[in-house]
């Protein structure tokens, strides 16, 4: 589940929008609010692209403040699926099982397997790898 996003100025509205394109959201868990906000700046992008008249350097300064913002959190939101990931490969990684290997036990007088962490040349002469 996405987290829910926090707002410098929250505004709230209502928009409608064909059914079809609800059920398509769903079915592909996309949220409303981000469908609308990133509709919202490709069309912005489009304007200020196309050399609108009515694109004003307050309005270039808003949006590159917004854009700012965005990119901060995409920064963050990186950083912490960074984290994430690296704490998943550490975990996945501690519960690999332990290489096991062959040696001649001088105490038993036998060949055994034991993990290799447990190794001991004053105990154990090593006989071979195994995987």
Known sequence: M???KKYADRYC???SMERTEKELMDALGIEHPDA????LHVLIEQRLNDADSRVT??????FSDLKKTLYRDFQAY?????????????LAE???????????DRGE????????SQFDPEWHTLRRSTA
């Open 2 to 4: 996405v987290a829910h």
């Open 13 to 15: 509205t209502q928009v």
């Open 36 to 39: 609308h906000r990133i509709g």
């Open 57 to 62: 350097p307050e309005i270039i300064g808003k």
């Open 78 to 90: 990186i950083s912490l699926q960074d984290t994430a990931q690296k704490t998943l490969a550490n």
């Open 94 to 104: 501690s519960q690999k099982p332990e290489e096991m290997i062959e040696v001649f």
């Open 109 to 116: 007088e036998a060949c055994i397997r034991i993990p290799k």
